[in-house]
């Protein structure tokens, strides 16, 4: 029974029933994400990436990236830690989406301001349509998180080579 303001104990009741339910299911889908971000970490980890740091040696425009005394600054400043949840980040907010108003200018390259944004275009992961040439990522669509973690892998990879 229903009085002006006043919700009666059997609705009440069910509508916590449905809230533990739908808390229990969310658990589950994050528990689900979490083991398929996993298992994506891992594919992506065996894919060998020698082959297309070899073809981006072999661009005079990529191969003339470098880090600078202020980038390893950066880096040694925030750790590798920092460094990769910023790289997941901005790939997520400036490549991920299907339609970038801006593509092919987001990427500042200037040094000393994200290390990263030198390691995008050192790798050919600075725009859709580098992506699309380098990686064969095509254009029109969001990333999936394989995808985002790749990109994320490559440009890490060239981060600690420069480094050492």
Same mark, same amino acid.
């Given at each position: +029974? #229903? @009085? ?6 059997? &609705? %009440? ?5 449905? /809230? #533990?339910?739908?808390?229990? #299911? +969310?658990?589950?889908?994050? %528990? &689900? ?5 996993? *298992? ?15 073809? %981006? ?7 003339? &990236?470098?880090?600078? $005394?202020?980038?390893? $600054?950066?880096?040694?400043? /925030?750790?590798?830690?920092?460094? *990769? ?7 997520? #907010? ?14 500042? +390259?200037?040094?000393?301001? &994200?290390?990263?944004?030198? $390691? ?18 095509? /254009?029109? @669509?969001?990333?999936? +998180? ?12 060239? %981060?600690? @080579?420069?480094?050492?």
């Amino acid at each position: +029974m #229903r @009085r002006a303001g006043i919700i009666s104990p059997p &609705f %009440l009741s069910y509508a916590i029933v449905c /809230k #533990r339910n739908l808390s229990k #299911r +969310m658990r589950q889908l994050e %528990l &689900f994400q979490d083991s398929q971000e996993e *298992e994506e970490r891992r594919e992506v980890g065996a894919i060998d990436l020698n082959p297309l740091f070899e073809r %981006l040696a072999k661009s005079k425009f990529r191969s003339s &990236f470098y880090l600078n $005394a202020k980038d390893k $600054a950066y880096i040694q400043e /925030k750790g590798w830690e920092k460094i *990769e949840q910023g790289t997941r980040e901005t790939i997520a #907010r400036r490549l991920a989406p299907a339609d970038i108003a801006n593509d092919g200018k987001q990427t500042p +390259m200037r040094h000393g301001i &994200f290390p990263p944004f030198i $390691a995008q275009h050192a790798t050919g992961c600075c725009c859709r349509g580098c992506l699309e040439k380098w990686h064969g990522i095509p /254009k029109g @669509r969001s990333l999936t +998180m394989k995808e985002q973690l790749y990109i994320t892998r490559v440009i890490m990879e060239w %981060l600690r @080579r420069q480094w050492e």
